[in-house]
């Protein structure tokens, strides 16, 4: 049998740490979307990098663009505090930068095999019937 008074100090106890435990909750899941958000455009930038390493400016010039205006539009919006589209946007960047790390490399084993086979040599044009040789 429990004494009326022990449950009394421990719910005047306990009351205010289950406000404040609630309190903490809300706190930490309020961080939660520039965290995450931050995360996520860091690892555009990365990528972004990499494309550059690629030389995908020349190489796959639009999806380089595309994917820097799409990284540049979630740092504008994770700047005004708007953490879901930013992240949406950094995502989009992400995928574009492995679409330009694609074409990129795709590009330079042109190169190489260009550099390696050399190019066709053009055909010499058959010569023409006409006395000025067709001119």
């Keep these: 049998m429990q004494l009326p008074c022990a449950s009394a100090v421990s719910r005047a106890i306990f009351r205010p740490l289950r406000g404040l435990s609630a309190l903490l909750l809300i706190a930490s899941l309020a961080a939660c979307g520039p965290v995450s958000t931050q995360s ?4 555009a930038e990365q990528d972004l990098n990499e494309v550059k390493g690629l030389e995908g400016d020349k190489n796959a010039p639009y999806e380089f663009s595309k994917a820097a205006a799409y990284l540049h539009k979630a740092k504008e919006l994770q700047g ?3 953490y879901e589209q ?3 946007y950094a995502r989009r960047s992400r995928l574009m930068s492995e679409k330009a790390v694609e074409v990129a490399r795709l590009a330079q084993e042109r190169t190489q ?8 040599k053009k055909k010499k044009a058959p010569p023409s019937f006409t006395p000025g040789g067709g001119r």
Excluded at 113 to 120: A, Q, Y
């Design 40 to 43: 996520v455009i860091t690892d």
């Design 80 to 82: 005004h505090g708007l």
């Design 86 to 88: 930013a992240g949406t």
């Design 113 to 120: 095999r260009k550099d390696k086979f050399g190019s066709k």
